[in-house]
């Protein structure tokens, strides 16, 4: 029998994961799909031929028996539609951020204990094989001991647009829509260590920049009244338990040249840069750069393909989900002491 899935939420991220639904061939159904932008869902179910369409996700989960929710909407609805498919014992895959704090995402993960039900996180970039080669460097000791890492997800002019602006809707600028995805995938690759206090800062001195193209990812909302007032840029040291820290930057507008994503690891032993997926140590008397062997760059549709692959795997019970809500929860801690550092000019701890 096919895992029967609803996906709510029928804007620009759902295709994305209609991808990877259709990779999966006759082992799902996308059986309903809701949006509180009725037109949307229509639109939506009409290009996927999906039977069931809803303006909202209780008539959806309450009319149709899923196996599997996708929660896809902007971020101020995560906490809600999540809670709500567990509730209807539904497992859920949320998209990143998990929710619009901490505290939301504390409710999350407990209405999937009670339920009993998976909730996974969109985080994708977990799913690269990037990611699991920079795992193994660590894990094999060619890095040696990791005591810093800088995340890096600076865009010159790449303000989504939308709701991403509206920090009711998004929670917050760069730092929750870009920095999430660069923190997690470090604290990831560094073996999940806990995060103890960070110092952080955020701007909004450019704002929008609508006068000038665009690049990047775009909202498919068009809101009534648009606004920006969230960062248009955040910057953060983060301290874990094991001494290690992560320097992270993230823009959506900024004045420099080059726009720049990479996560570097600097080990005793060896540095590690995955966008160049360069390694950077000595041999003999000699400084080398060694460009490891093989493209392992992060792919999104690839590595999405590879999300929904492993949502439906571990709703099966055949492998292991790869971002567990408690990550979430992890990760929305970290995001909220930085926010709290930004308005308070001092660092914070972190339970
Ligand atoms: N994994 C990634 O790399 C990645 C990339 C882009 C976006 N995202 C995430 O995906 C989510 C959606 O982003 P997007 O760019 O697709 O936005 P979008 O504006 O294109 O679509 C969001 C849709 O959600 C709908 N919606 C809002 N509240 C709802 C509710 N309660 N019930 C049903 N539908 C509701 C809106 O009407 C809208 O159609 C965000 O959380 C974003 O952070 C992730």
């Not at 094989?129 to 800088?150: C, M, P, Q, S, W």
């Not at 990479?262 to 080398?288: P, V």
């Amino acid at each position: 029998m096919a895992l029967k899935v609803g996906i709510i939420g029928n804007g620009g991220i759902a295709n994305s994961h209609m991808h990877g639904y259709i990779e999966l061939g006759d082992r799902v159904e996308v059986v309903a799909c809701c949006d509180i932008n009725f037109e949307k869902a229509k639109e939506f179910a009409a290009r996927y031929g999906i039977k069931n369409v809803y303006d909202n996700c209780y008539d959806m989960l309450r009319e149709n028996q899923l196996d599997m929710a996708d929660v896809c909407t902007w971020n101020a609805a995560h906490c809600e539609c999540s809670i709500a498919a567990l509730e209807a014992g539904v497992n859920v895959l949320c998209e990143k951020p998990m929710a619009m704090n901490a505290e939301e995402a504390l409710q999350m993960k407990a209405a999937a204990d009670k339920a009993g039900k998976l909730l996974m996180l969109g985080f994708v970039r977990r799913q690269g094989d990037d990611a699991a080669h920079a795992i193994r460097l660590i894990e094999d000791g060619t890095l040696g001991d990791v005591y810093f890492a800088k995340a890096t997800y600076l865009r010159r002019c790449g303000f989504p647009g939308g709701w991403f602006g509206d920090k009711a809707l998004s929670g917050g600028g760069p730092l929750i829509d870009l920095g999430v995805h660069v923190i997690d995938l470090t604290r990831y690759i560094m073996g999940c260590p806990k995060p103890v206090s960070v110092y952080g800062a955020a701007f909004n001195k450019i704002g929008a920049r609508e006068n000038v193209p665009r690049s990047g990812w775009a909202s498919e909302t068009v809101l009534d009244k648009p606004v920006f007032n969230v960062e248009d840029l955040a910057v953060a040291m983060i301290r874990f338990d094991n001494g290690a820290v992560l320097e992270v930057e993230c823009s959506f507008n900024l004045n420099l040249k080059n726009e720049k994503g990479d996560i570097e690891f600097f080990g005793s032993k060896a540095g590690f840069s995955l966008g160049e997926f360069e390694l950077h140590t000595e041999i003999g008397h000699e400084l080398a750069d060694i460009k490891l062997y093989g493209d392992h760059r992060f792919d999104f549709q690839r590595d999405m393909d590879k999300e929904i692959k492993n949502f439906a795997d571990a709703v099966e019970g055949k492998a292991p989900c790869l971002a567990p809500a408690e990550d979430g929860v992890t990760l929305m801690k970290i995001l909220d002491a930085i926010y709290l550092s930004a308005a308070t000019g001092k660092s914070v701890d972190i339970d």
